[in-house]
Each structure stands twice: as C-alpha cells, then as structure tokens.
C-alpha cells in the first residue's frame, strides 16, 4: 500500500521506475521514467498535484507536498520538478519549482512559490524562501539561501554524472526486487 490513489487518482509512474517500498506515494503523482524514489520518502499529491522529470533521484527521508487552492492562494502551488535533479536526503520541497540539472543539498527546504532555475547547486542544509527565484548557473547556500558563485564546469558536468549514477544503482535495486 505505499502507492496510493486518493480522490480517484493514482500515481502514474514512467518505465523503470524504483519506488521503495518503505516510501509512501499518493494521489496526482507522476513520476518520469529512469527516476528513483528512495526509502523513508513522503511524496504527497493530495490537494494538488506533483510532476517528476526522467531520471531523477529523491533520496532517503524527503518530504515533497504542495500547497491547496485556497482563499488566501486561489490556485495554490503545486510542485513541478525537471529532470536529472538530485535530490539529497532528507530535503523538503513545497509547493515549488526545480529546473532541469539542479542538485538540491541534504537537509535543504524549498519552500511555496519559489522557482529553481536550471543547472543550480543549492548546498545542504539551505532554505530557499517562498517566492525566491534562484538564477541558473550559481552556488546558492545558507538560510535564506544566498547566490555565492557561479558553478565551475566540473559542477555542471556533475549533475548528468549524479543522475546516471543513481539510474545505475537504481537498476540494481530492481533487479533484485525482481529476482526475490
């Protein structure tokens, strides 16, 4: 019972997708194809909805919601993340949005409304603020999160690297789901 539908809808997960069963997936939930979602993982699309790129990596104790349309946000925030992100243990992402190639550090919230541009670091235990907009192409850490500098190209080739890594590992784990 860790994918749940609620309200009539279903998680819809892409093709070869790992989904741990100690995680928890629930309601307007889509996941992109070649994406993990590690264990101790909260994912819940029940009062709005939440999309997944391809290949991403929601890693160990994450929390992802979204904020409901309501008298004081009419169209609420729902929570939209791109493709090849990783995205470190135990990070809360609310009602936001992150670009393609973005590396959200362990420990990091992002909070309603704020928007996550692509190819951006965000160092582990940051806060990005509701509504803050984070520029592609920089180092963002600290609580509120601050632009430091902007990313080497050792950074930038790393979020393709990450992304396949955890497509890798994540295979292996189906793999032997499989053969038990």
């Not at 009062?47 to 290949?55: L, S």
């Not at 992304?163 to 793999?175: F, G, M, S, T, V």
């Amino acid at each position: 019972m860790h994918i749940r539908t609620f309200q009539g809808k279903r998680p819809k997960l892409g093709d070869q997708v790992f989904v741990d069963p100690s995680a928890v997936v629930l309601g307007d939930v889509e996941i992109g194809e070649d994406s993990s979602i590690w264990p101790l993982t909260v994912i819940r699309g029940d009062m709005n909805w939440i999309r997944i790129g391809r290949c991403t990596s929601i890693q160990d104790g994450s929390v992802l919601h979204i904020t409901h349309a309501g008298p004081y946000n009419p169209d609420g925030f729902p929570l939209e993340i791109g493709d090849e992100v990783t995205v470190g243990h135990q990070v809360t992402l609310h009602g936001c949005r992150i670009g393609n190639r973005v590396l959200v550090g362990m420990g990091s919230m992002v909070m309603d409304g704020a928007v996550v541009e692509d190819e951006v670091i965000i160092g582990a235990g940051s806060l990005v603020p509701p509504g803050k907009r984070l520029e592609s192409g920089y180092l963002y850490v600290g609580r509120p999160a601050k632009q430091v500098r902007p990313l080497t190209e050792k950074e930038l080739a790393f979020f393709s690297y990450s992304a396949n890594n955890y497509r890798k590992l994540k295979d292996l784990h189906l793999q032997e789901a499989w053969s038990e």
